[in-house]
């Protein structure tokens, strides 16, 4: 098994090469999804953590437990709006003509936002489905500080979202 950080990376410059036969003006539209995604997963534990927990208490789901639970809630919300959006008729931006760039850089976006989000919350959750890799590299470790919540509150998140829809908007 390789090291884990260079799945995610692949995962990423895939994404980066969907911008480019896409083009930015839908992948947009899908970043601008990821965005609100993201808002939600960090909205959740800041304003209805305490309400959460009471809950997952009343099921007799451990503290542990309850944080693995919340890492595959937010892989399959994850892979659920990445999968919508771009599989259907999403938000198409305006633009003009086709720039490989960036579509590239978009579509790059796009993965670190999918890709490391879902890196983070599994990280977060301590890997909860990995028993094999016990200690991670520096690379990991130094990448792990880099990823969309781990910068990002809930606020930054939804101004981005906004931003990006006022922008759909605005010709």
């Known amino acids: 098994m390789g090291p884990i950080e260079v799945f995610f990376l692949v995962v990423i410059g895939l994404f980066g090469a969907i911008g480019i036969v896409r083009g930015y003006q839908r992948d947009l539209g899908v970043t601008t999804m990821l965005l609100l995604a993201l808002f939600v ?3 959740i534990p800041d304003y209805l953590g305490d309400q959460l927990a009471s809950v997952m208490t009343t ?3 451990s503290q542990s437990s309850a944080e693995t639970v919340y890492a595959i809630f937010a892989t399959v919300l994850l892979c659920i709006v990445a999968f919508i959006s771009y599989h259907g008729v999403g938000l198409l931006f305006p633009g003009s003509g086709r720039n490989w760039f960036v579509s590239l850089l978009v579509g790059l976006l796009n993965g ?3 890709a490391g989000s879902i890196w983070w919350y599994l990280n977060d ?3 909860p489905l990995d028993t094999v890799v016990e200690t991670y590299s520096s690379t990991y470790q130094f990448l792990i500080q880099l990823m969309p919540p781990a910068i990002f509150s809930w606020p930054y998140f939804i101004l981005l ?3 990006m829809l006022i922008l759909r ?3």
């Open 161 to 163: 979202a906004v931003g």
């Open 125 to 127: 959750a301590g890997w």
């Open 169 to 171: 908007v605005v010709r």
């Open 41 to 43: 997963l960090t909205f």
């Open 112 to 114: 670190y936002l999918f």
């Open 59 to 61: 099921l007799g789901v």
